[in-house]
């Protein structure tokens, strides 16, 4: 839902601000504002923003500056941070934005319609990557519950005992049961049954 999602906006003209603010606020994203540096990176330590469209030319430094000291950051680097400028829109100039760790590049003039369409592929995006990292500590929290087997493993080959590694024999069944997730029912197999219980009868197919 569009509500779960914290865009940061950061332009110094007020009036662009504002207007940005009105368009990306009215799809339902939580919109927070600076006009300046220092106040993106105080309220970014703060809301941790999904999301940071940021103006390339601000009063107090460089938008690709700010933009390589966001992801310089380990608190804030997983930030989605968007260059947009409407003087330094070259693709050269877009290529060292995207260079120091933008994740996109917009280019004033831009319209309503094609900002809205252009922040929704970024979320879209953003939920996909947020969705893939979920899956993987999913994954890997049922990795960290699973016990494996693997190696040489020192068996005696009359009794069937495993030798730890403290060197105690064990059991093979409670060797296997402490090193694994598998579970023993115990059963006699045919030729076992034949020579133990020759009068059960217990593999008689005709019963």
Not at 75 to 103: C, H, M, N, W, Y
């Amino acid at each position: 839902m569009n509500h779960d999602i914290k865009i940061l906006l950061v332009d110094d003209d007020p009036d662009v601000l504002m207007a940005t603010s009105r368009v990306i606020g009215a799809e339902g994203y939580q919109v927070f504002e600076a006009s300046s540096g220092a106040e993106c990176m105080e309220l970014a330590k703060i809301h941790h923003p999904d999301l940071i469209l940021l103006d390339v030319i601000l009063p107090d430094i460089e938008g690709i500056e700010l933009c390589n000291a966001i992801k310089s950051d380990p608190s804030l680097k997983k930030i989605f941070v968007i260059l947009i400028s409407g003087l330094r829109t070259s693709s050269i100039e877009q290529a060292e934005g995207l260079d120091v760790g933008a994740d996109g590049y917009i280019a004033r003039p831009v319209s309503n319609k094609e900002l809205k369409a252009r922040v929704k592929a970024f979320v879209r995006i953003l939920s996909a990557e947020r969705e893939r990292d979920r899956l993987i500590q999913e994954l890997q929290e049922a990795l960290s519950t699973i016990k494996q087997l693997s190696g040489l493993l020192p068996i005696c080959s009359h009794c069937k005992k495993i030798r730890d590694d403290q060197g105690y024999w064990s059991q093979l069944e409670a060797y296997i049961q402490k090193h694994s997730e598998a579970v023993f029912t115990h059963s006699i197999c045919r030729e076992c049954a034949g020579k133990l219980y020759p009068d059960l009868d217990l593999y008689d197919e005709s019963k």
